[in-house]
């Protein structure tokens, strides 16, 4: 009877065991398809890159038969005692997707103290979405501040790289897939970049690293992307003199909540910017952006989502 006995818990610890090693490895893969944003360029220079529609996760906004996306942001002015005594609009961009979730166009109108003062619209085709990139076309009703954007098109694309031209500032940008080829002596072989020239290890739906070089081993401009159990954990920038540590953090269902910029100056931590993310059952309604002062937590910063379906 004992040894019945043993047998009988044997089998209920393997078939746990088993259940929750299931469990983790769905879990772990969920977590790859819940965050809507794509964090590695949310809130960051490279979201202008205007090859790469790559913000939102495509298979996402299928999934929730989502048509447009609009983004408002806002900034807020607050007074002494902390109180907000005037909210500004900078910005409304209207993204568009396809039924197969892919970013098809994008409307952007700024403002100046309440007037509207540029508006455009950028269109997207030939969209690869494995590598996240796209030809497009901007399409201007107003004069468009060109230096707000990096304008890379497609320029050349090889078995192990893609090349971008930037006709504007006359730099290239190497997009480098597949990890065997993130060598430097093989990097240099292959694209022999100039100093002003932009390297993507990945691509921007997953970056591990972008950078330039000022010669075969010295690179400037570094942005390293690390990530655990396929989600983005950190962001560690140069911002000269500074160095900036982007620390995320995820809900229990792997959906991101918030992250915190750390600004350090020879290791000692300067300054802390958090960013709230408010979410609405899985998506996001709201960011803001809270820094502290003395013993206040301000405001300055928000930025609200809303959505149409199809």
């Known amino acids: 009877m004992k040894s ?9 610890v393997a078939f746990s065991c088993s259940s929750e090693n299931d469990t983790i490895k769905l879990f772990k893969k969920d977590k790859v398809n819940n965050n809507l944003l794509n964090l590695a360029i949310f809130q960051s220079e490279l979201e202008n890159m205007l090859a790469f529609p790559v913000l939102f996760n495509d298979s996402i906004v299928k999934k929730n038969k989502i048509a447009t996306i609009k983004r408002k942001q806002l900034y807020k002015h607050n007074e002494n005692d902390g109180e907000v005594s005037e909210v500004e609009t900078d910005k409304i961009i209207t993204y568009f997707f ?33 590598k996240g990139y796209a030809k497009y076309q901007i399409n201007n009703s107003t004069p468009m501040d060109e230096s707000t954007y990096a304008n890379y098109q497609l320029a050349n694309k090889q078995q192990n790289y893609i090349k971008f031209h930037n006709d504007l500032k006359g730099n290239n940008l ?3 897939p597949t990890s ?9 072989t292959m694209c022999n970049p100039q100093k002003q020239d932009v390297i993507v290890l990945g691509t921007l739906r997953k970056p591990h690293k972008i950078y330039s070089v000022k010669d075969l081993v010295n690179e400037t401009n570094v942005r390293k992307f690390t990530y ?11 911002d000269q003199p ?3 540590n ?28 958090h960013y709230s993310i408010t979410l609405k059952g899985s998506l996001p309604i709201k960011v803001t952006k809270e820094i502290r002062v003395g013993n206040k937590l301000l ?10 379906y199809n």
Do not use: Q
């Open 4 to 12: 019945k006995g043993w047998i009988f818990i044997l089998l209920i």
């Open 228 to 238: 655990k159990h396929n989600l983005l954990k950190k962001i560690v920038w140069d």
């Open 180 to 188: 065997k080829f993130w060598k430097p002596l093989v990097i240099d």
């Open 98 to 130: 396809d039924e197969n979730g892919h970013n098809s166009k994008i409307k952007v109108e700024r403002f100046y103290d309440i007037k509207s003062i540029e508006k455009n619209i950028i269109h997207f085709s030939e969209y690869d979405p494995n």
């Open 299 to 308: 405001t300055i910063y928000e930025e609200m989502f809303t959505y149409t």
């Open 174 to 176: 190497y997009l480098i």
């Open 242 to 244: 500074f160095t900036v």
């Open 246 to 273: 982007r620390e995320f953090e995820y809900n229990d269902k792997g959906i991101c909540i918030g992250f915190t910029d750390k600004v350090y100056s020879i290791k000692a931590l300067v300054n802390k910017t």
